[in-house]
């Protein structure tokens, strides 16, 4: 199984609410990445977690939010979003310096 | 700082066509090479993963080499078809340490745009 499933594939939130993403991985990697990307652009780093724990943040805006409650589950909870942020978020995944799985994304629209 | 570079950054080609893209970056102390195809508004699919010590890796139809020295990835679509149309991406990753674990960190070129007409 070399599959990372994000849900919803779909999302279209106000610029009050409050949503979250959600991906899920059972291959045993400890290493889950967010990643958003913009029409035509390659994918940005936004959050990297190694074993559970945040190890980087790429200067994301707070309205931005994400926790990572076991080695399967990785969230990115959004609050008081803003139309630029709209956006396809893609999850990955791997074990330390093989190959990265990525899900299937969720596209994002802030109205 | 790693900077990832793919030409051309688009091409368009008859079916049966053989054909390469390429992929440089500046900075040779990367722990491996990956390719990625994406078709449009989806996710992106691991295709080929050269370590850094590997010269090459084949899967199918699909060839892809390294040379780290110079800075260089090819890929070599053999019998291209219309299903072979995607955004295809290059991405090395270095590894970085934090708060006593490490994780690999991935830079993605821009993309070539690759469409193949029957």
């Known amino acids: 199984d070399t599959e990372v499933t994000q849900t919803p594939k779909h999302l279209v939130m106000g610029m009050t609410n409050k949503k979250s993403l959600k991906c899920e991985q059972h291959m045993g990697h400890r290493a889950m990445y967010w990643y958003k990307q913009k029409a035509k652009k390659p994918p940005e780093l936004m959050f990297v977690y190694s074993y559970e724990k945040l190890s980087i943040n790429e200067s994301v805006p707070s309205r931005f939010s994400p926790e990572c409650p076991n080695s399967s589950l990785l969230n990115l909870h959004l609050h008081a979003l803003q139309p630029e942020d709209s956006a396809l978020y893609l999850c990955?995944?791997?074990?330390?310096?093989?190959?990265?799985?990525f899900g299937q994304g969720t596209r994002l629209t802030v109205v | 700082k790693q900077e990832v570079t793919q030409i051309p950054a688009a091409l368009s080609v008859p079916e049966g066509e053989n054909l390469v893209l390429n992929c440089s970056f500046t900075d040779s102390a990367i722990y491996n090479l990956q390719w990625f195809r994406q078709d449009p508004g989806k996710g992106l699919t691991s295709l080929l993963l050269?370590?850094?010590?590997?010269r090459e890796q084949t899967s199918g139809r699909l060839n892809a080499s390294l040379d780290k020295s110079s800075g260089r990835s090819t890929l070599y679509i053999a019998a291209s078809q219309p299903g072979d149309s995607a955004t295809y991406l290059c991405?090395?990753?270095?590894?970085?340490?934090?708060?006593?674990?490490?994780?690999?960190?991935?830079?993605f070129g821009q993309g070539t745009i690759l469409t193949v007409h029957p």
């Open positions: 050269i370590q850094s010590s590997q």
């Open positions: 991405a090395v990753t270095r590894l970085h340490f934090a708060g006593g674990t490490s994780y690999g960190k991935l830079t």
């Open positions: 990955a995944s791997r074990r330390v310096g093989a190959e990265a799985f």
